[in-house]
Every structure is written in structure tokens, then in C-alpha cells.
């Protein structure tokens, strides 16, 4: 693979101009590998938190469980949390998290209160809480995906960030990454741009903050590009059944009333929504992405994704999150960069 010097260049200049104090980078095609880092990120192996990139790593963790027991799919969520019975939550099932079509949004919940406080306010929450309708598309970066962390541990018998690991992440030959935890962070901390400078930004130990490096999350993407079979091990994640699932376009065409932009949703997972909008759609995957690339972004700053058409698998992650505006037409600006120079 060409060393990218274009897409080197911009990121470098990005520290220069204070649009990042820090960037590291993995693409995957066609079989050859290019990594690269800089700033505050001094190697392309050193841990970075992707946030919600990290997301279908749940989903997919989901998935498998539901391969060894089927029955809980169609089963409301208060059958798994009797803390929910009669809540509008303890009514929804999965897949209403997984294509966040729950009607609720948690954008503040504080996730270090104790699992009988956080239920609690889930219990007691409405869609007119959130000022939503019941059913209606909005992505939720914490309620939901919070359960599924406890849903999993209910039903696995383990703690969740263990269950990940072993059915997913090792498989995948992305061992080395964790979800934050007290005590566990990644070694290159996150920065934000406030009142005109840089400043750290806090790492909330929630379930969407995966930590690891960029080459590990390629690993994971290049894996489900593969069917969610790891070529070098030969290791299968999920079965084709459940990949397919994961990737159909459960929600489609529909305005997300967090995004305010019609996105695309698979379980957990978004997919290629160009259609609507490419210069425009939020956590796009590049303007000439193809209709099958699916991945997901990161909090203002990160974003991991595979197009199977491309035979292209990137992880990006700029250390320094700014306003969504901002932040999109950068990560716009080095997709299409980086594809013209693999085109």
C-alpha cells in the first residue's frame, strides 16, 4: 500500500492549526495495511478511546449470545429486569435499542450512580420526557446501551466487559482492547476544545468507550467485513444468519431526531446513508463510500468502518473533539482524501 503521503500531510498540518492535537490511523486494502500517528499520539499501537465506535462490538456480543439462546429476542426487556415491569422500557424489546427506535434518549445519565438508581430512572421515564414519540428515531448514546451492557452480564453469567472480550475481541484479533472501567484508561487521553483552547475531556466509564489502538479496531472491522470470520485464525464470530441480521437495513430512510439527518441502522450498527445527503450525513464513511459499508463514529472525534466493496477497512481517531459541524467536515475532508488516494 502507498505510504498516503496526502492524507499524512493533512493530518500533520491538522496539529499545526489546532484542528487536532493528536491522530492516529489504520486502513486496511486490498491486504496491505498502512498505520500512522502523531501529536499526542506517539505510535499507531499506543490505546485511544473511539467511543461509540466501539458500539458494534456490543451489538454483535448481542448477537451471539442470542445464538446460544433464541427465545430472548422476542422477549420485552422487563422479563430480563423486573425493575422495568410496567415501564414503557420494561414493554420494549431488543430490537428497538439496537436501531434506536426506543422514542427515550439519555444524553445525561449519570452512569456511575448505582445499577438500582439507573434502572429506577429508566423505569420512570416517557418519550414525552425526552420530547419524543413513542417509537420515534433518535439515537440514544447511553440509556439503552447501558442495559445492554446489564443484559448481557444477566444473561451470560459474567460481567459484560469479560463476555465481550472472550466472545468477540479475542476472535476477532482485538484482544489488547477494553472498555474504560475505574482504574482502566486509554493511555492517550481525549482532548476538547474549550472557551478557545485545548483541555482534557472526561472519559465517562460507560459502555460505548472502547480503548484500544487503531490497528486492533481495524482488526475488528476487517473480521465482520469477512463475514465475521478472522482470516488469519480462521475463528468465526457469528454465524451468517446473525451477520445478516446485523447488517440489514432494519431502519431506513427515517430522520433521527438526535442527528436531525435521515441515518440508516442495521442492529447496532450504522450503515452507508450517502443517499440522503453525502456532504451533509452525520458519521458518514466518506462521500464516495459504497451502499454497503457499515461501521460506526465516535463522540465527535472517531469513527471505524469497513466497505466491502473497497475492500477497504478504516479507524481514524483525532485526538480533540470539537462541535459537530466542525467535527464532520474534517473526518469528511480526510475520508475522501484517504479513498482518492487508495482509488
Known amino acids: ?186 493511555e492517550v487521553a481525549m482532548e476538547e476544545w474549550i472557551n478557545n483552547q485545548w483541555d482534557r475531556a472526561p472519559i465517562m466509564p460507560e459502555l460505548g468507550n472502547l480503548c484500544g489502538s487503531s490497528q486492533d479496531l481495524a482488526r475488528f472491522y476487517r473480521t465482520l467485513m469477512a463475514g465475521s470470520m478472522n482470516p488469519e485464525t480462521g475463528k468465526r464470530i457469528l454465524q451468517p444468519e446473525s451477520m445478516e441480521k446485523f447488517l440489514h437495513r432494519w431502519r431506513k430512510g427515517l430522520k433521527d431526531q438526535t442527528f436531525l439527518h435521515p441515518v440508516d441502522f442495521g442492529l447496532g450498527v450504522i450503515l452507508d446513508s450517502n443517499q440522503y445527503g453525502a456532504s451533509t450525513v452525520p458519521y458518514g464513511f466518506g462521500t464516495s463510500s459504497s451502499a454497503s459499508t457499515f461501521g460506526h463514529g465516535g463522540s465527535r472525534s472517531s469513527i471505524g468502518f469497513a466497505d466491502p466493496e473497497a475492500d477497504l477497512v478504516v479507524a481514524l481517531c483525532l485526538i480533540g473533539q470539537v462541535s459537530e459541524p466542525r467535527h464532520q467536515a474534517r473526518m469528511r475532508e480526510l475520508l475522501d482524501l484517504l479513498r482518492s488516494e487508495l482509488a
Open 1 to 186: 500500500m502507498p505510504d498516503l503521503p496526502r492524507t499524512r500531510q493533512l493530518l500533520e498540518e491538522g496539529l499545526g492549526t489546532q484542528r487536532w492535537t493528536g491522530y492516529t490511523l489504520t486502513a486496511l486494502h486490498r491486504g496491505q495495511r498502512v498505520s500512522m500517528a502523531g501529536g499526542k499520539v506517539t505510535r499507531s499501537s499506543a490505546s485511544v478511546c473511539w467511543y461509540s465506535a466501539g458500539k458494534p462490538v456490543i451489538s454483535v456480543g448481542v448477537l451471539k449470545l442470542l445464538e446460544q439462546k433464541p427465545g430472548l429476542w422476542d422477549l420485552p426487556l422487563e422479563k430480563t429486569f423486573p425493575e422495568l415491569k410496567g415501564s414503557h422500557f420494561g414493554h420494549l424489546k431488543l430490537f428497538a435499542i439496537l436501531t434506536h427506535q426506543t422514542g427515550l434518549r439519555f444524553t445525561q445519565l449519570d452512569l456511575l450512580a448505582s445499577e438500582g438508581t439507573i434502572l429506577r430512572i429508566l423505569a420512570q421515564t416517557n418519550p414525552a420526557d425526552c420530547q419524543l414519540q413513542p417509537g420515534q428515531p433518535a439515537y440514544d448514546p447511553r440509556g439503552g446501551w447501558w442495559l445492554l451492557g446489564q443484559w448481557l452480564s444477566r444473561h451470560s453469567g459474567r460481567p459484560w466487559q469479560d463476555y465481550l472480550h472472550e466472545a468477540v475481541l479475542e476472535p476477532a484479533g482485538s484482544g489488547q482492547m477494553f472498555f474504560t472501567q475505574e482504574g482502566r484508561e486509554a
